[in-house]
Each structure stands twice: as structure tokens, then as C-alpha cells.
Antibody, heavy 125, light 106 residues
Framework: QVQLVQSGAEVKKPGASVKVSCKAS????????ISWVRQAPGQGLEWMGW????????NYAQKLQGRVTMTTDTSTSTAYMELRSLRSDDTAVYYC??????????????????WGQGTLVTVSS | DIQMTQSPSSLSASVGDRVTITCRAS??????LNWYQQKPGKAPKLLIY???SLQSGVPSRFSGSGSGTDFTLTISSLQPEDFATYYC????????FGQGTKLEIK
């Protein structure tokens, strides 16, 4: 079955960096993109950015431009999200999700399915 | 940026009730709207894509409708496992989520 398995919880100090991995299985990795979404404690969902597993093209949320880098390793079907210069308000659960795209009649729709189990990143001094 | 506004933010209902959650976009997004369900401590789960298409494996009591700026998610007869938080998401221009609607047991 299609599955995304993320790396474990991290605790970082302010100013540090974190790199979260997302290993895909059950489908052709390069046929889909991966989006990253985070959720601060008790808050809603925030889209962080997208990467094409086919060619590595990226599109980041403007708010995170300059601090986030998304990459993929097609040899291991793994996506990575690195966030730098961490602050306390970066404390959140970080999710990866397969970005599914369906095109018909000249228009294309996208949605996220499935999602990884989430990785808690805690930023604290 | 496209803003998504859900209403209500929270809702109390009973098993068997019919429930409707609304999502409004700040500009027209055609049918580029998805719905997700999230239970505490779990990842979100896709329910509805392209405004009205039911994801495989999702019970038929869930339905979505709307186009342009106004969308609804309807649960025809609430079951105990449906108490969760629901999010809409626009995919017209990159992605934005609504703030969520928490569905609680009355």
C-alpha cells in the first residue's frame, strides 16, 4: 500500500537547523510531488512548500523563503525538508504528503493523499 | 494570497444528526477545493477532492458541493467516528487551508 514514513521527533535550540525525512513506498516515487505541511500545537494546518520528485523543482511558501529547502533522493524514494534559523514558533508537527495531480479536459486538480505520520520538532533553549 | 474561511469554527452535534460545514474562498477558485478530516494525534485524511469527488474508501455519508467561492461539506448521519476536526484546502493557486472546524459530541 502507498505509505509515507517520517523520521523521529527532534529537539533543537533556537538558531539551529532541522532536517526531516519522508520515505515513500508502494508507488512510483518520481510520478508525484511531495508537499510539506506543519501544525503548531493546537493550531491549524500551514502549507510549507512542494517539491517535484520527478525533476526537483520546488515552490516554497513566501513566509518561509530563505529558511527552508526541500530535496529528494530518488535512489531511496525519500524526500527531505530542512528548516534553518529555528525559532520557538517553529515548534510544530511537520507532515509530508503525496501531492496527487489529476488532469482532465485541460485543467488539473491537486490534493494530498496519503500523509506521513508526522514529526514533532520542538525548538527550545 | 487566497484566504479560506470556514464556519463554524466549532460545532456540537449528536449521533445521527445531519451536519454541514461551510468554506468560503476570498476569490473564485472554481472547483479547486479539498476536504480533510483530522483526529487528535493523527495525520489528516483526504475525504473529498475537486469539491465533490469522494475519495476511495470514504463512507458515502460524506459529500461535498460548491463552486466559485462557496463550498460545503455535509455528513448525512453522524457516526461516533466522525467527531474530529475538518479542514478545507484550496489548490487553485498553490495551497491554503481553512482554519478548521472542530466537530464535538453534544
Amino acid at each position: 500500500q502507498v505509505q509515507l514514513v517520517q523520521s523521529g521527533a527532534e529537539v533543537k535550540k533556537p538558531g539551529a537547523s532541522v532536517k526531516v525525512s519522508c520515505k515513500a513506498s508502494g508507488y512510483t516515487f518520481t510520478s508525484y510531488g511531495i508537499s510539506w505541511v506543519r501544525q503548531a500545537p493546537g493550531q491549524g494546518l500551514e502549507w510549507m512548500g512542494w517539491i517535484s520528485a520527478y525533476n526537483g523543482n520546488t515552490n516554497y511558501a513566501q513566509k518561509l523563503q530563505g529558511r527552508v529547502t526541500m530535496t529528494t533522493d530518488t535512489s531511496t524514494s525519500t524526500a527531505y525538508m530542512e528548516l534553518r534559523s529555528l525559532r520557538s514558533d517553529d515548534t510544530a508537527v511537520y507532515y509530508c504528503a503525496r501531492d496527487e495531480r489529476y488532469c482532465s479536459g485541460g485543467s488539473c486538480q491537486n490534493w494530498f493523499d496519503p500523509w506521513g505520520q508526522g514529526t514533532l520538532v520542538t525548538v527550545s533553549s | 494570497d487566497i484566504q479560506m474561511t470556514q464556519s463554524p469554527s466549532s460545532l456540537s452535534a449528536s449521533v445521527g444528526d445531519r451536519v454541514t460545514i461551510t468554506c468560503r474562498a476570498s476569490q473564485s477558485i472554481s472547483s479547486y477545493l479539498n476536504w480533510y478530516q483530522q483526529k487528535p494525534g493523527k495525520a489528516p485524511k483526504l475525504l473529498i477532492y475537486a469539491a465533490s469527488s469522494l475519495q476511495s474508501g470514504v463512507p458515502s455519508r460524506f459529500s461535498g458541493s460548491g463552486s466559485g467561492t462557496d463550498f460545503t461539506l455535509t455528513i448525512s448521519s453522524l457516526q461516533p467516528e466522525d467527531f474530529a476536526t475538518y479542514y478545507c484546502q484550496q489548490s487553485y493557486t498553490m495551497y491554503t487551508f481553512g482554519q478548521g472546524t472542530k466537530l464535538e459530541i453534544k
